[in-house]
């Protein structure tokens, strides 16, 4: 059982540059989440889709976009990337029934020059 | 005001001990309330979650939620080297559509 498979796992880019982080879930969660992480900030939320079809905007979601391609699958894209954006990023999904817990991904750290 | 409020540390407990970790918030709609582990480098585990007042256990582990005062805790007993890591408390707000705020985190370090 793979659970939320994230990829790639490192990226560097330089300023400007564009790219997509994906993620994908394999055990039919409705609800999927974007985090970003760095050092002392804890977890930000920057997108989240409560089902298919729906997005909504977390603490931090300037400069980047989001597509629920379907039940599976949440990607994450940087249009023009910054040096701010040089963090961890995780995906997650989360249990509908019982705990409500959150699965997450192995992270992709990306480093923008 | 954050909406997840967590002191950073770190806290050194000796090995044996108990550790006990903060988490205040500030909506009075939160329902639910989890602690996540995280080991440097790693992703966040769920160690426990709590939805009613009072305290709930879990091995060495317990969850105390005083949704009054808007706090959630986590004590750890028997303290081991192996909990040395960081503790994530996360709230999730009923009608907030599944969205789940976590708190920066509080080191924990076990020190043999």
């Known amino acids: 059982n793979a659970g939320v498979t994230q990829t790639p796992k490192f990226q560097v880019l330089k300023t400007g540059q564009s790219m997509t982080l994906q993620c994908a879930q394999d055990?039919?969660?409705?609800?999927m989440y974007w985090y970003r992480q760095d050092p002392g900030m804890g977890l930000r939320l920057i997108y989240y889709?409560?089902?298919?079809?729906?997005?909504d905007k977390g603490e931090v979601p300037n400069g980047y976009n989001v597509s629920r391609l379907n039940k599976r699958e949440f990607s994450l894209r940087l249009e023009s990337a910054a040096p701010s954006q040089t963090s961890v990023y995780f995906c997650a999904s989360r249990r509908d029934v019982g705990t409500g817990e959150l699965f997450f991904g192995e992270g992709s750290r990306l480093t923008v020059l | 005001q954050k909406e997840v409020e967590q002191n950073s540390g770190p806290l050194s407990v000796p090995e044996g001990a108990i550790a006990s970790l903060n988490c205040t918030y500030s909506?009075?709609?939160?329902?639910?309330f989890f602690w996540y582990r995280q080991y440097s480098g790693k992703s966040p585990e769920l160690i426990m979650f709590i939805y009613s007042n009072g305290d709930k256990e879990d091995g060495r582990f317990t969850a105390q939620l005083n949704k009054a005062s808007q706090y959630v805790s986590l004590l750890i007993r028997d303290s081991q080297p192996s909990d040395s890591a960081t503790y994530l408390c996360?709230?999730?707000?009923?009608?907030?559509?599944?969205?789940?705020?976590f708190g920066t985190g509080t080191q924990l370090k076990v020190e043999l």
């Open positions: 055990m039919n969660h409705n609800s």
């Open positions: 889709s409560a089902s298919e079809g729906t997005t």
């Open positions: 909506d009075r709609g939160s329902q639910s």
């Open positions: 996360a709230v999730m707000i009923t009608g907030g559509g599944n969205k789940l705020t």
